[in-house]
């Protein structure tokens, strides 16, 4: 009950927070509300990708979205068996019995799980989704930490070189040309359908990537959807000021890449001086976030200059030649200023974090961009990206028009005192998060995923399982390991846990790191874990996993005032949600990575994308935990998953 005393949907409390460090503290926060409120409501609840571990590859093309069945409600006592197995390779034999005996009173007759079990088939009965809304409402609107690193991913594109500030303003002339054609693919209903097997999927989605915003709330934020057909301009953002840019003629046709380029010259020639850096609020705990704001729009040109930045389809920003940092490569640094623009003294004021989509445009050719993770996955955000960069090969640099340039507006935010000191604890409680974050950023070019295919393995699981030989090397011990499901199969479909540390991912781990084993125990053992892993993929994407059911259930019981279950306060259930490792596939068929915050101050964020023959990797941790450090994981992993090509090709 004390447990359950701390529950505030609206603002998690600590017990005692006075030791930690503002970026350590977030990190504890959302470890806190993420054990008591739900499993993985950070970042890695990313479903990021069209998951090789559900098959959802193929394609159709289609202007009428056909009709999805609804996501299931898992029988419990399924549920309570996978967990229970789920839990075993975390605790001693004494910790797995008080499990055992915490499911068992789950699934008593009459009990209070039976209970919650016919109130959840009942919602499932009654709503097209039981979870979506109150995944969008417990995930994300009422988490109350930064959405920067926490919550935001960042995607970095191929990367570019440009001889010339003109190089820099001619792409992104062309990417923002291109952004709006895919926008007009989605109004007029002709994008490719995505299949997961031979099943479509929900595509929902992509209706809410683009002219949406988040809105901040002193106990719960909103998502604010714009009309399509009336969002006309852009937001541009340079030297922290911000510029209404219309893309839309009279007749309501895209303007020209050459008109975008002369209006981007036009804000990069009248700009002298940085303003205040105004978007750094945008980085704050929502809670202050949200007292900002509510100041700011008292006033009424601030007002309505940030509702033309909430209004408007997306945001570009451009930024100017990223500092030297002590980081391992240029993918790296990349990486760091898609997720949070490389502090409150680069170009994070450069941002505005509730927008869905900020694209990144550096002078020295680092491109990418953040999104605001409410609206929607990954799998539209990829998909965007790719249409965007075979666009932009094939539009030649266009002669500058003259036409609109007198067009552009310039957004003027007022300050105050109180505002200015609003920003000031912003810019030191990003300083704090930057400067504890760390990230190595690497493609593995020894194989890909054509090689392992050879050893009909799928490339995700043997991925998964590489990760948790490179976190046993490094540790010994398992790691609670989270992989995101895609559960768009079904209608307004968002994600599921695949828990990929199991049985036989440690007993995999232990034979490899063992020189008495023979190399064909250790595949036997490699085959094992890797069928596990894919076993359990695809129950999860069938909507049979065990974190979303569990989720549900949880909230029922707060809702309906039961005592919360002794499952979700047992020890080895903690456990085996205390994820040190945050894994998430985002496979694109560009030389591009996405990229997150750990979950767990001691643990590691990991995302990846195969290519035919080579890994995208990015892994991040963070630097105020003497047990992690992404340069050892990026040494660890490599050394893994050479011993296990080493391993096969020596067993054929």
Known sequence: TSFLQCINFGSVKMLSTKYLSPA?????????????????????????HRSYATGQSASLKTVKTPQLPRLPVPDLNETVTKLLRSIRPFVNDAEYLDSKNACNELLMPSGVGEKLQRLLLKRAEDEENWLSEWWLRSAYLEYREPVV???????VFPLQRFSSQQDQLNYASKLIYAALKFKEEIENGSLIHELSGKQPVDMSQYKKVLSSCRIPGETSDEIRTYDPSISSHITVAFRNHFYEVPVYDTNRNIVSPGEICT????????????????????????NSWAKAYNKLMNDQETRISIEKIQSSIFMLALDGNSPEMNVPNRKTLCALQMLH??????????????????????????????????PAEGPPITAMMDYILTCIDSIPDQTNSLTKAHQVKKLKIVSSDAIDNYMEVACQNLDSLVHDLEMTCFTYADFGKDLIKTYKFSPDSYIQMALQLAFYRLHNIPAGHYESA?????????????????VESVDFAMKMLD?????????????????????????????????????????????????????FLDQGYQKSVHMRLSTSQVPSKNDAFMCYGPLVPDGYGVCYNPRENSINFAISAMNSSPETYSGDFHDSLVESLGDMKNVLMRSE
């Open 341 to 374: 623009g490389n502090g409150p003294s680069t170009e994070a004021g450069n941002r505005w974090y509730d927008k869905t989509i900020q694209f990144v445009v550096g002078q020295d050719g680092n491109v990418g961009l953040t999104y605001e993770h409410s």
């Open 486 to 502: 895609s559960t768009r199969k079904f209608i307004h479909g968002r994600t599921e846990t695949i828990r990929s540390c199991s």
């Open 515 to 567: 020189e008495t084993t023979s190399d064909s125990e250790k595949v036997e053992a490699m085959r094992r874990a890797i069928a596990g892993h894919k076993k359990y993929a695809v129950l999860a994407s069938d909507g049979q996993g065990i974190d979303r059911h569990l989720l549900g259930l949880k909230l029922l019981a707060i809702q309906e005032g039961y005592n919360l279950p002794s499952i």
């Open 24 to 48: 350590r503290l977030r990190l504890v926060n959302v470890h806190f509300y993420h054990r008591v409120v739900s499993f993985g409501i950070s970042h890695c609840l990313i479903s990021h």
């Open 263 to 286: 209006m981007l010259n036009h804000i990069i020639q009248s700009t002298n001086f940085p303003d205040k850096p105004f978007g750094i609020l945008t980085t704050e705990n929502r």
């Open 149 to 155: 690193v926490h919550s935001s991913p960042g995607l």
